[in-house]
């Protein structure tokens, strides 16, 4: 969780600058797509961590 955390505030963070500097659009694209791989991170991980246990 603390992966997601650091991702999240980072892709934050990296969009905020890149919109807020004048010619630093690259680092807002950067930061949508550090927020999209951390989105699948989370979703890949609540899928792989999902109890299989036989149905009864």
Same mark, same amino acid.
């Given at each position: 969780? +603390? =992966?997601?955390?650091?991702? *999240? @505030?980072?892709?934050?963070? =990296? ?11 690259? *680092?807002?694209? @950067?930061? +949508? =797509?550090?927020? +999209? +791989?951390?989105? *699948?991170?989370?979703a890949g991980?609540? @899928? ?9």
């Amino acid at each position: 969780m +603390v =992966l997601f955390l650091a991702l *999240l @505030i980072a892709g934050v963070a =990296l969009v905020a600058v890149g919109v807020a500097v004048d010619g630093m659009l690259y *680092l807002a694209s @950067i930061g +949508v =797509l550090l927020l +999209v +791989v951390d989105l *699948l991170y989370l979703a890949g991980r609540s @899928i792989w961590r999902a109890p299989r246990r036989p149905a009864r």
